[in-house]
């Protein structure tokens, strides 16, 4: 059994003690594993993520990271901090919270300083993701000059510059063009191979074939209502539909109208 | 209606000065003397520069600094239309309401030049006065021209890099970076709002519905950049930031930046030298 990296039991949290967003979860991640999280939008995905990254702490139940308990006060020594953070990043899902720099390289460059990386190896790092993702024309633009695209490619960038051991991604195809697309599933397949642990959030079905070995979905009740293999969920057309994953759509193909469940992984592979 | 379009023209003006007179880097990107330079050298020889015409008396030297001044704006490929307009429309602000009432022998009482009557009323410009308000209005002149062209051939991320070479604290110079960045999301914000309005309102709307509009954009607008303040702190922590920022300096100073530092140092020195001598 591989090693495992995260590990969440009967994790409930509210946001100001009144909105739930979290109620029981249980889950664990193994090491290079790719796992994808599904849910219409308010069922608690993005809450999931941010637990995982430490950035809000349950309310009960525990979070565990590489076997240590993920609390509060476990940010306060320096140096889990850093190691920490060194281990786990996350791309959000609103890049211009994530973009907050004068220029793009800055942006990109924010976390390894901060983390006090070898200057040597940020300007290696910097100089093969720059070229890969193709963004040299941006660096010296302001974030605000930006298209959608462009700005969610520089937040992937400015994440994976740190180098994770654990990718965390909050609905990063949202809103890009086919081709963007693509260059980001390439990318997170890539650095999955390279051993990375990758934790996707998303509610573009197309996608999550490609990019998860388990999939876990989330219901409108906030909680985890099945999980498992991408095939098996995908297959699962009441379990989608249920969860507002999908929806009955009608459409041409060669002349015939069809009516489906908008979900085209048969239709248009 | 009239009253409608104010609060229109008040929206879209307002947003549109803000982004040409903060975003405009037009001027920065160009390949031209000064933006070539090293930011630290230039603006550290640009307050040379602002010194020397402080310290200076004599208005034909700094006749001679806004001559220099306007032929550095030329070698930097500035437009002289746009830059005389962006200095000289800040003139009268800082300049000529100060230095008028310095004409007369109220203020500056010596040898009598002109004597104006207005309603029996007798107003004598002194020739002392005229000295020093024009002395007063050539320095200031002089003195903005040089910070306008240290603004438009550099970029605002850059200027604001620069702070650290004179010590300011990093946290307030990633602060005002901050601040630069968000204002655009903020004025976008405010203009896609205003348009929604009035998409669904039409261009007919009471100018007291109006106000009501524009309050609750601006509770609207406190509301989001509380929440954005939030998740950014949450994006910084995600990244590592753990109370003392750590920033970018990849500026690099090359033999034509020492050159130039030299000369005006040197042109600084003579102007001193010179003053105290005259």
């Known amino acids: 059994m591989s090693e495992i990296i995260f590990e969440l039991k009967d994790v409930w949290f509210s946001y100001l003690g009144k909105f739930s967003a979290l109620c029981g979860v249980d889950l664990t ?87 006090g990386i070898d200057k040597l190896e940020i300007e290696s790092r910097f100089e093969k993701l720059v070229r890969f993702l193709d963004i040299r024309h941006l660096l010296d633009r302001s974030p605000h000059q930006l298209s959608v695209g462009e700005k ?50 998303t509610h573009d079905l197309h996608i999550v074939q490609e990019i998860s070995d388990c999939v876990y979905v989330f219901s409108q009740e906030k909680k985890i209502i099945s999980s498992g293999s991408p095939d098996k969920i995908l297959e699962d057309t009441k379990l989608l539909q249920d969860n507002n994953l999908i929806h009955i759509h009608r459409h041409k193909h060669d002349q015939t109208t069809h009516i489906h469940p908008h979900q085209h992984l048969e239709h248009h592979s | 209606m009239k009253k409608n379009n104010f609060i229109e023209r008040s929206i879209s003006g307002a947003v549109s000065f803000l982004k040409e007179s903060i975003f405009a880097d037009e001027y920065a990107s160009k390949n031209g003397f000064l933006q070539s330079l090293d930011p630290r050298i230039k603006t550290l020889t640009f307050l040379m520069f602002i010194m020397a015409i402080l310290f200076t008396k004599s208005i034909a030297i700094l006749l001679c600094l806004y001559a220099a001044c306007l ?29 008028i009432p310095a004409l007369f022998s109220i203020f500056t009482p010596g040898q009598t030049i002109l004597t104006i009557n207005i309603i029996g009323a007798k107003l004598i410009i002194t020739r002392q006065g005229l000295s020093s ?48 960045r968000y204002i655009y999301l903020f004025l976008e914000i405010v203009e896609n709002t205003y348009l929604a309005i009035k998409s669904r309102v039409g261009s007919r709307l009471h ?8 309050a609750w954009n601006i509770s609207s607008l406190w509301q989001r950049s509380y929440y954005l303040n939030e998740a950014v702190y949450n994006a910084m922590l995600s990244r590592g930031y753990s109370g003392e920022p750590v920033l970018l300096n990849d500026f690099k100073i090359k033999s034509k930046d020492w050159a130039w530092l030299f000369s005006i140092t040197l042109f600084f020195v003579i102007i001193i030298l010179g003053g105290k001598i005259i």
């Not at chain 1, 349950?58 to 565990?64: F, I, L, P």
């Not at chain 1, 609390?71 to 281990?87: A, I, V």
């Not at chain 1, 990718?167 to 195809?173: A, F, G, Q, V």
Request: positive net charge; glycine residues 6%; proline residues 4%.
């Open chain 1, 29 to 115: 991640i193994a090491k290079g594993q790719k796992i994808c999280v599904i849910g219409a939008n308010g069922s608690g995905k993005s809450t999931l993520l941010h637990i995982l990254d430490g950035l809000i702490f349950v309310d009960y139940g525990s979070v565990k990271f590489l076997g240590k308990e993920l609390k509060e006060k476990s940010f306060g020594d320096e140096n889990f901090s850093k190691d920490f953070r060194r281990s786990v990043g996350l791309v959000f899902q609103n890049p211009d919270v994530q973009l907050f720099c004068p220029t793009v390289k800055e942006d990109i460059l924010f976390g390894p300083l901060q983390l």
């Open chain 2, 133 to 180: 308000a024009s002395l007063f209005v050539t320095r200031v002149v002089t003195s903005v021209s040089f910070a306008v062209l240290l603004n438009v051939t550099t970029r605002h991320f850059e200027l604001l890099r620069v702070l650290r070479i004179f010590k300011v604290p990093q946290i307030f110079v990633m602060t005002l970076g901050m601040c630069y």
């Open chain 1, 152 to 201: 969610r490619k520089v937040a992937v960038t400015s994440t994976l510059i740190m180098n994770p051991d654990v990718l965390i991604l909050d609905e990063p195809t949202d809103g890009l063009d086919p081709l963007t697309t693509r260059h980001i599933i390439d990318l997170l397949l890539e650095e999955n191979e390279n051993g990375k642990t990758i934790i996707t959030s």
């Open chain 2, 71 to 99: 032929v550095l704006a030329l070698f930097s490929k500035i437009n002289i239309g746009f830059f005389l307009k962006r200095t000289w429309i800040f003139i009268p602000l800082f300049s000529l309401f100060i230095a």
């Open chain 2, 207 to 214: 100018y007291k519905k109006g106000q009501e509009i524009v």
